[in-house]
């Protein structure tokens, strides 16, 4: 995890991490709060859509440079399929 003020850049492992949890915890790092504290991320993304996208050996075979961006908590949330979770502020580019 890299963090530099209000932006986080983490990785995530496919195989055994869940991703609608991963970015939930990162914008709690960047938001410096719990995460009990956020409100739910389905509010802002089908995060079952999201983590079957992101974790389904089929459809990563399949598909290459997938990238997702979307806004949860005021923060920009964008997940590849490289394996990383960039989290920033909503009007950084």
């Known amino acids: 995890m890299q963090q530099t003020t ?3 850049v983490t990785t995530y492992d ?4 869940s991703i609608p949890f991963e970015i939930v ?3 709690a790092d960047v938001q410096n709060c719990e995460i009990e504290s ?3 991320l389905h509010q802002s993304i089908d995060a079952d859509a999201l983590d079957c996208l992101f974790t389904d050996e089929r459809l990563t ?12 908590a005021g923060l920009t949330v964008v997940v590849s399929d490289r ?9 950084e580019p």
């Open 25 to 27: 915890s990162a914008v």
């Open 14 to 17: 496919p195989a055994t991490d």
């Open 83 to 91: 394996d990383r979770i960039v989290v920033s502020p909503a009007d």
């Open 61 to 72: 075979a399949e598909l290459t440079n997938l990238t997702t961006a979307f806004e949860y």
């Open 38 to 40: 956020l409100p739910p």
């Open 6 to 8: 209000n932006r986080l």
